[in-house]
């Protein structure tokens, strides 16, 4: 007989069989776990300054579209959770669709990029990147910002659209004061001028610790303890760990560039109020009158849905295609629904402007 609780003693005993089978299983295959890595795909480098390089991703066939795709990433973590694994990777998808697809790699600041400002990021890096692209290809290119490089492309098409053919944004926040962003909550409290003139670069654990504590249950006991039920599966396993190598394999963050960022974006609200200037450039989302697309995560605790919705109305092209996807932050390109949804809108869309 079930009690109140709907389980029995029995219940209790055979779960903590089961449980103890799974521990030793586990205890037997963790030795047979090799170190895991992402970055499925292989790629070859084509342009670099410093430590920010351009790679090409090398698919099994030649691209059939000749213009060239380049994925600009957040700063706070590795680009390559767009590559994550063969059987997760965006990067393979479009790949097999035909795109020519690249990716700036940010590398890892150290002291010496202590002073690297939101200038550099876009106007020597991103600008730099796009012109070699353009070089190659003899024509503009498309572009795909992702999260905190989805602002960036922003941005960068406000002040250099000539070079840009196409816009895609994704998971990427417009409004940083929607009452629903917890992130911008907190960031808005910091004093990010004591907190860069003490620090220099920002610290990845600083900022991994941050992030972890939105979400301090899920994020820190309740996935540790989901471990336990995947430890007699090498496979899922192996998936949970490329993915946890991936999220603490975090660069360090330019000090000056991090200043700049928070208080502008995240502090005064620029992008939505129009004050944002890049060095002694003014960035006016009306400017921008390519086609856009603006993808956001139906379940993003990062940058909620309406962070992202802001984006409507305040651009200047008449082009403007708005698609949700569910998932959160990052299942929008990992999530097996993601892998089969996502790609194919991107290609879609790319396709229709392709002339």
Known sequence: MKGPLGFNADDLMQETLAMQRKLMEGLQLLPSVEDVDYGATARETVWSDGKVVLYRFVGDQPPVHARPLLIVYALVNRPYMVDLQADRSLVQKLLALGHDVYVLDWGYPDRSERYLTLEDYLLRYIDGAVDALHARSGGPVDMLGICQGGVFALCYAALRQAKLANLVTMVTPVDFHTADNMLSHWARQVDVDLL???????????????????KP??????????LLDILDDKAALEDFLRMEKWIFDSPDLAGEAFREFIKQFYQANGLVKGTVRIGEHAVDLSQITLPVLNLYAEQDHLVPPDASRALRGRLGTPDYTESSFRGGHIGIYVSGRAQREVPATLHDWLLARAG
């Open 196 to 214: 860069v003139d003490t620090l220099g670069n920002i610290p990845a654990d600083l900022m991994n610790s941050s992030y972890l504590m939105l």
């Open 217 to 226: 249950f899920r994020l820190n006991v309740q996935k540790y303890v989901g």
